[in-house]
């Protein structure tokens, strides 16, 4: 596709249930991250891919998020076990450059989760 | 880890007038510096980046500044339309990209 795209782009869940949100790159992208951004906050970096391996997933909020990135293209986030914090829009975005954070990153329009 | 402060956190300003957003960062090691928009239910985009070894850049009515010494770094949009309108991120890094908290500007006709 023409940008990196999402999905779903809104998930609605009950407490306790487990949600897996979807990345697409942009194809030819070696990197790939995953941020999180809360009602009116700023972007809060979760993990970064550079191909299939993650250097750096410093920002994951604790063991009931977890990523993976397949074939050095798509990503899937999994949350288990979600609670009402979790509520939050997920952003993904890829990037040319293979160097970590030395290019443009080209983010994809979100996946809004909503915990009840 | 790196750390990034911006502000304000909110700017309104009149048509026409020049809006200043500042942000300061902790890690020296960071070498890049770019600046996005986010629009309302998009993803954010880049409008203007500067990398270290470089002081000012400028593009059209937008100019970025970097003052390594102080760990400083300003968007300047000169003219404003209402068009501009929007959130502005700064962000520094090296390996990742640790984003500022945004800035919410207002530019009103």
């Known amino acids: 596709g023409a940008g990196v795209s999402q999905s779903p782009s809104n998930k609605v869940t009950e407490k306790g249930k487990d949600v897996e949100l979807r990345c697409d790159p942009i194809s030819g992208h070696t990197a790939l991250y995953w941020y999180r951004q809360s009602l009116g906050q700023g972007l809060e970096f979760l993990i970064y891919f550079q191909g299939n391996s993650a250097p750096d997933k410093s920002g994951l909020p604790s063991d009931r998020f977890s990523a993976e990135r397949t074939g050095g293209s798509v990503s899937t986030l999994t949350i288990q076990r979600t609670q009402q914090e979790d509520s939050a829009v997920y952003l993904c975005a890829s990037s040319l450059n293979s160097g970590g954070a030395s290019g443009e990153l080209f983010f994809g329009e979100g996946s809004r989760l909503t915990v009840l | 880890g790196e750390n990034v402060e911006q502000h304000p956190s909110t700017l309104s300003v009149q048509e026409g007038d020049s809006a200043v957003i500042k942000c300061t960062y902790s890690d020296s090691a960071s070498n890049y510096f770019p600046w996005y928009k986010q629009e309302l239910g998009k993803g954010p985009q880049l409008i203007i980046d500067?990398?270290?070894?470089?002081g000012e850049k400028k593009d059209q009515r937008i100019a970025v500044t970097l003052n390594k010494t102080a760990k400083h770094f300003s968007l300047h949009i000169t003219e404003t339309q209402p068009e501009d309108s929007a959130v502005y991120f700064c962000a520094a890094g090296f390996q990742k990209l640790v984003f500022g908290t945004g800035t919410r500007l207002l530019v009103s006709p």
């Open positions: 500067i990398r270290s070894n470089v």
